[in-house]
């Protein structure tokens, strides 16, 4: 069964930084494409960033793009998302995600597996 775990989640003032990470075990996680979503109160969940199986392709919301940073090793089963100059906007519980496919995508329906989720709350 495969296990993500996040952390690094956390308070902090807008225009600070925070790196999520998340910790992935049960499969061969180097075969997958992987993602981070958010979803703030009474919000959808939305996509935020996706990295290919190694790494070669990444892809960011418009509304992160510049800000955020998604990375992966797969040697030791984790994924990152360093972000930047956060907004009280970028406050939501984020998700790591591992997706079905090599490649990467933007819609959840891709993603077969979640974490629990990180809290991330931006004060102004």
């Known amino acids: 069964q495969v296990q993500l775990v996040e952390s690094g989640g956390g308070l902090v003032q807008a225009g600070g930084s925070l790196r999520l990470s998340c910790a992935a075990s049960?499969?061969?996680?180097?075969?997958?494409?992987m993602g981070w979503f958010r979803q703030a109160p009474g919000k959808e969940r939305q996509f935020v960033a996706a990295?290919?199986?190694?790494?070669?392709?990444?892809y960011y919301a418009d509304s992160v793009k510049g800000r955020f940073t998604i990375s992966r090793e797969n040697a030791k089963n984790t994924v990152a998302l360093q972000m930047n100059s956060l907004k009280p906007g970028d406050t939501a519980v984020y998700y790591c995600?591992?997706?079905?496919?090599?490649?990467?995508?933007?819609?959840?329906?891709?993603?077969?597996?979640w974490g629990q989720g990180t809290q991330v709350t931006v004060s102004s």
């Open positions: 995600a591992l997706d079905r496919t090599m490649y990467g995508g933007t819609d959840p329906e891709e993603y077969d597996y």
């Open positions: 049960g499969r061969t996680f180097s075969n997958y494409a």
């Open positions: 990295i290919s199986w190694n790494g070669g392709s990444t």
